[in-house]
């Protein structure tokens, strides 16, 4: 079967067609973070925090449900896509329970490793967003994104 070809921040990478670009860019050795992403169940694209920019393309989209084609420029660690990366965790943090240090995940947690990567330090207040993150085509679920991915949380079903 013939590959798609396209490049992720300057790599060239073949993969089979119906290969998402999340897994695009771990096969070329690129880490996109994600936290609603489990591979073994369907890709619900709920939290935004795999969010990548792609060449030609307005607005920034959810690696984890976005098909690599033929052609397609990606950069998964612009200036563009590391503040909206970090503003979506914000968002997740501001509606989430403030309680590491009673929880069983405390120190296993995806969504406490990534606060500390991108150096937050303090849960801000974000106000509800309405009409999307920034430079985000999808301001479906930002809200309810964080819902999800508590519920994934609790259920232990991701860090
Ligand atoms: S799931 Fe993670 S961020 Fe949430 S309370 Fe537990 S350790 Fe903290
Ligand atoms: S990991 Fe892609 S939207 Fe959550």
Known sequence: ??????????????VPPGTTILEAAKSA????????YLPE?????ACRVCLVEIEGNKNLQASCVFPAT???VVRTNSKKVQEARKFTVELLLS????E????????????????EEMGIREVRS????RDGLPGDSAGRGAVCAGTRVRYLHRAGLRG
């Open 29 to 36: 050795n690129l880490r996109i973070p994600t936290l609603c």
């Open 100 to 115: 590491c240090l009673t929880c069983a995940r405390n120190l296993k947690c995806e969504l406490q490793r990534l606060a």
């Open 95 to 98: 509606a989430h329970p403030q």
């Open 126 to 129: 974000v106000p509800a967003v």
């Open 41 to 45: 169940v369907q890709a619900i694209g």
């Open 1 to 14: 079967m013939s590959k798609v070809s396209l490049t992720i921040d300057g790599k060239k990478v073949e």
């Open 70 to 72: 033929d052609d397609l």
